[in-house]
Every structure is written in C-alpha cells, then in structure tokens.
C-alpha cells in the first residue's frame, strides 16, 4: 500500500468517524434556530459616536486598514528597492511592469498612460489588499457577542470593505467622472456626448432606438463596476459562512456542519487565490477600457 | 393532486395569516430565481467561454498568452451576472 493511499484512507476514515460520534453526541434532529440572524453578520453597528457622518463602524475600520496597509506596504517596498531584488520587491516589480504595459499601455496611447496609471494601479492594489483582509477572521462582529471572563468580545468574522455597497460605489464614481471628464476634455462637449449616443455607422431612423439604448448602457456601467465587485465579496463571504457552520447554526443540526465544512475550504481557497485578485485586475482593465474608449475616436 | 392541495392548506393554516405566508412563499421563491436562474445562465456562459478557449488554444498554442489575459476578462464579465441575479434574489428576500 502507497504511502498517498494510506493518507486517503486515513483521512477518510477520520471523516467518517467524525460523522459517525457526532450523530452519536447530538442525535440528528432538526431544531430551528430562531435568534440567529444571519444577515447581522453585515449590519453596520456604530461603534463611535462621531459628529456628522462620521460614525466609526465595522466598515470604517476595514476600510481605513485596506488604506494604511496599501500606503505603508508599497511606500515600504518603493523606499527600499536594492539592485538585487528580494521576493517582496520582485513580486512588486513584475505587479508594476504587468499592470503598465499590460493593463495601461494596451487600452491607451503613451502620454494618457502616463497620466492615468497612477489611478489604475492604486485601484487594483486598494481592491485587492481590501480583499485579502477581508478573508483575514478579525473580532469585528459585535451583532453577535460571546462572553470572555465578564467581557464582551465581539465573535470573529471575515468582513470586507468591498463587501458594503457604498465603497465600491464610490470607485465607480471615481471611475465614472474620470472617464466622462477625460472624455469631453478630448472631444469637447458636444463631440463627446455624440460620440456616446451614436455609434459609428448608425443612421436613420433606428437611432430612436439606439440612442436611449447608448446612453443607457453608460449608466448601466456604473452599477455593473459597483454590483460586481460588492455582490462578488458578500456572495463569496456568505457562502464561506454558510458551508463553515452558519447553515448548521441555523437549522441546529450538528451533522450538517461536517458535510459542509469541506466545501467550505474549498470556497474559501477559491475566493483567495482566484476572486480577491481577479475583482481587482477587472476593475483595474475596466477603468483603462472606458477611459480608452472615451477618448478614441473610432467609439 | 388532492394531497399536494391538503398539504399546501395545512401550511398555510401554520402561518399566522394567508398574507403572511403568501409574502414569505413570494419571497423564497425570489431568492430561488434569483439564484437559481443567475447560476444557470452563468453557468451556460462560464461553459461556453472556456469551451472557446480551449478550441482557440488548441487551434494556435502560440496564442495562449494573449487569450488568457481576455479569457479571465470574459469570466468576471460572465461570472458577475450570476451575482447580479442574486443579489436581486437576496433583496427581495430580507427587504
């Protein structure tokens, strides 16, 4: 017998071990769990009391720790650059390189590249480390408290601030004006708004039609760059909340929790080493294919 | 049939009100759409996009990089229209 065929054994063996003892303890009956709300894991409590809208609360702290870990982390690594690169400065270098020639310089000509690359390479870091951390268990759930020696310590759980709505909106927006303004900067106003309602090669009378259609699909990009990295993130972190206990939580079914536990690490590999990263390069690509295509005089 | 009817009546003397459960069965079968629907024609889309892409690599391997870089495009661009399906399921649901 193969050492590989004895680990498979092993392991499956434990598993249904595990399976077994815990039928055994708990029994396998179903006893709904009525207090357990599921959505407060992304309730927004106001932690501080700030005048204005200035509350600090769960996303805030995110959000606040996705900006100082990109600031710190890359002025850290840009300070620091040696001739005979380290793994760290490495990975920055071929992120750097990738992003500009890839990313900026395809969608645009050299001097717009020049201006905008700034923006686009901090968007895909900020959305990036912002997702990483969010994957990162922090005790930020105060919904939810558990008592420690007569202190209320908020329960552990992964939270990110693109998973709120109102951060990738913002971004979008960023993205929005940026664009629309490079835009009418090239073309005039004028020049620009024909450019967006009428595309090239249309005429006649179906332009009624295409015209709303155009104009609409400009706004619709707006939504479509904040609903996808928002929905990405919370989709992804209820899933992991789910398969790691919440559906078990919820129903008062032990067993549950151990059948669905794998597939929990398996969404949770997932969403690490592919979503958190993909997020950022397709809103990084899309930032530079709208401000290209902005500016182009072929639509 | 006459089961399926008494079942569907004893649950709904369960509820507190006709009303009542007619807006939570409305709003699970919202959340099943959604999802459910947002799943199917994103995975019919992830499907045929990788489908492609093997056809386009296995066609000129010495394309590969450059379609890689589009093919993860096209996935995001696919896969987001699964969430846009279920986030207007999980609306409907807690609002």
């Keep these: 017998m193969s050492t590989r065929r004895k680990i498979a054994l092993g392991i499956g063996g434990v598993y249904i071990f595990g399976m077994i003892a815990i039928v055994a303890i708990f029994g396998a009956t179903r006893n709904d769990n009525a207090e357990f709300l599921p959505q407060d894991e992304f309730k927004l409590l106001t932690w501080l009391d700030l005048p204005g809208p200035m509350d600090l609360n769960k996303g805030v702290l995110y959000l606040f720790l996705a900006t100082a870990l990109t600031i710190g982390v890359m002025t850290y690594v840009s300070k620091r650059m040696q001739a005979r690169p380290n793994r760290v400065q490495t990975a920055v270098?071929?992120?750097?390189?990738?992003?500009?020639?890839?990313?900026?310089?395809?969608?645009?000509?050299?001097?717009?590249?020049?201006?905008?690359?700034?923006?686009?390479?901090t968007l895909f870091v900020f959305i990036w480390i912002s997702n990483m951390i969010g994957y990162l268990p922090l005790p930020v759930n105060s919904s939810h408290p558990f008592n420690l020696f007569g202190a209320e310590i908020p329960s552990f759980q992964i939270y990110a601030a693109t998973a709120n709505v109102s951060i990738p909106l913002v971004l979008a927006l960023i993205v929005f004006f940026s664009y629309n303004v490079e835009g009418v900067r090239a073309k005039g106003l004028w020049g620009y708004m024909k450019s967006v309602a009428i595309p090239p090669g249309v005429g006649g009378g179906i332009l009624f039609m295409i015209v709303p259609l155009e104009i609409m699909s400009q706004f619709l990009r707006?939504?479509?760059?904040?609903?996808?990295?928002?929905?990405?993130l919370l989709a992804g972190h209820m899933l992991i909340q789910f398969m790691a206990g919440g559906l078990a939580v919820l129903l008062g079914l032990e067993v549950l929790a151990w059948f669905t536990l794998p597939a929990g690490v398996a969404i949770y590999l997932f969403e690490v080493t592919l979503i958190a990263g993909l997020q950022a390069f397709i809103f990084a690509i899309l930032t530079c294919i709208y401000l290209g295509s902005a500016v182009s005089h072929h639509h | 049939m006459g089961i399926v009817i008494e079942a569907a009546n004893v649950l709904i003397a369960q509820?507190?009100?006709?009303?009542l459960y007619g807006q939570?069965?409305?709003?699970?079968?919202?959340?099943?759409?959604?999802?459910?629907?947002?799943?199917?024609?994103?995975?019919?889309?992830?499907?045929?996009?990788?489908?492609?892409?093997?056809?386009s690599v296995t066609r000129q391997p010495e394309m590969k990089d450059e379609i890689a870089s589009i093919q993860w495009l096209g996935f995001a661009l696919t896969e987001a229209c699964f969430f846009y399906g279920l986030v207007g399921g999980l609306i409907a649901f807690f609002l």
């Design chain 1, 93 to 121: 270098e071929w992120l750097y390189t990738g992003m500009r020639d890839k990313i900026v310089r395809d969608n645009m000509d050299d001097e717009m590249a020049r201006k905008w690359f700034p923006l686009v390479c």
């Design chain 2, 24 to 55: 939570q069965a409305g709003r699970a079968i919202a959340l099943g759409v959604g999802a459910g629907g947002g799943a199917a024609g994103a995975g019919a889309g992830i499907g045929m996009l990788f489908g492609k892409v093997i056809e």
């Design chain 2, 15 to 19: 509820a507190d009100t006709p009303e």
């Design chain 1, 222 to 232: 707006l939504i479509s760059l904040t609903v996808r990295l928002f929905a990405n």
